[in-house]
């Protein structure tokens, strides 16, 4: 911080003094940030352009005694938090107004051991930071389809991708986790130690603490995998869809798809006519012998007359990183999300009529299919709320102008709203804006009634809020 740091900070009806500040600051490996600094606006700055909030305090963590001190000091002066991990959330829960981040985006540390195929993992690295170092030893942990994704809040709220029917969620090769809790104590969460707490943060999201590591069971995989898009007009939709959905039904562990259906950006295999057309996109990967592969993608490479087939063996790493030209930080993004356990015809019909009505170019639906050895969990063996071989819709509005906000976010809604009565009621929680508070109680079914009672142990203040968030029992807040 600089000289203007010598202001004091008003926290609600809570002064703070220059000195109080500068204490902190000088207890810290990382650093204090305030809006004098000239690097508060990039740290403030995060994937979703819609968000711009401008905390009173950044405190960049550089370890787990730096994330202690933050948290205590929010506690003492009653701050309002919040925790940033990759800054990807679509709600934007990294960052507050007028009170606390806590952003944990230095601590990026990846650490490999290949005889025990562990990875011990810190909060700010990114799936690409996690699968660069991973791959190295032709390891791997399933994560999500965006390698700018945050590890942190991806892994707390399930994490699921393509290798997920293979090796199950990401919370499913969690083995211990590091723990800042509320009153800024440090703690071991794993089956053996506070096993409440491992259970909680296994789907749960940033509810309970701040993980400072994460301990994950490896796989091996690689260096290579079948993967690549099938690419259809969308007039074939539903024919597609029908024999998508049939062909999932014998489908081995190894084999995911997922479908896209959007205006078809530039792609350099895609003929010229049929840029910013309605396409539907089936994406494969195949996790196991690439010879086997071949035969078992062909029935779901032989439907219909697709445009094109760009599937062939690619590094995993690589495949990992296929949509993020799609998703680049800056946009405006608005999504909204259901969990279907079938894609029944008039859940299709309701899916192609939006897509008829898309409000811009970048719009889209993402159906992600969650099965296998995901699907082979109890229901009540981790917070994640929904364990049945499901598949998660994703409508992702985004758009790049203010002007544009009414009719991309109406759009979302509308479908979601359509949709409604054919989903399952659950949804992933990573998915959810930040006007859907009043639906969590509902997506964790029967899991949160047992989450409401380790947050009022471990949070009974709520002082970690800036969530999708699981009230305590006694309701209470900071």
Known sequence: MNDMSLMNLQAGKTWIGAEAIEALAGRLRGRVLDASDAAYEEARTIWNAMVDRRPALIVQCAGAADVINAVRFASDNKLLVSVRGGGHNIAGN???????????????????????????????????????????FGLAVPTGINSTTGIAGLTLGGGFGWITRKFGLTIDNLVSADVVTANGELVRASPTQN???????????????????????????????????????????RAVLEQYRQALETAPDELTCWVVMRQAPPLPFLPQEWHGKEVLVLAICWCGDLDVGEEATQRLRSIGKPIADVVGPHPFAGWQQAFDPLLTPGARNYWKSHDFIALSDTAIEVLLDAIGKLPGPECEVFIGHVGGAAGRIAAGATAFPQRNSHFVMNVHARWREAAMDQACIGWARQLFEAAKPHSAGTAYINFMPEDETDRVEAVYGDNYKRLAEIKEQYDPQNLFRMNQNVRPVGGRTV
């Open 94 to 136: 990294a960052v507050c107004d007028g009170g606390l981040m806590i952003d944990l985006s230095p601590m990026k540390s990846v650490r490999v051991d290949i005889a025990a195929k562990r990875a011990w993992v810190e909060p700010g690295a990114t799936l690409a930071d996690v699968d660069k170092e991973t791959q190295s």
């Open 195 to 237: 096993s409440d707490l491992f259970w909680a943060l296994r789907g749960g999201g940033g509810n309970f603490g701040i993980v400072t590591a994460f301990e994950f069971q490896l796989h091996d995989l690689g260096p290579q995998v079948l993967s690549g898009l099938v690419v259809h007009p969308i007039a074939d939709a």
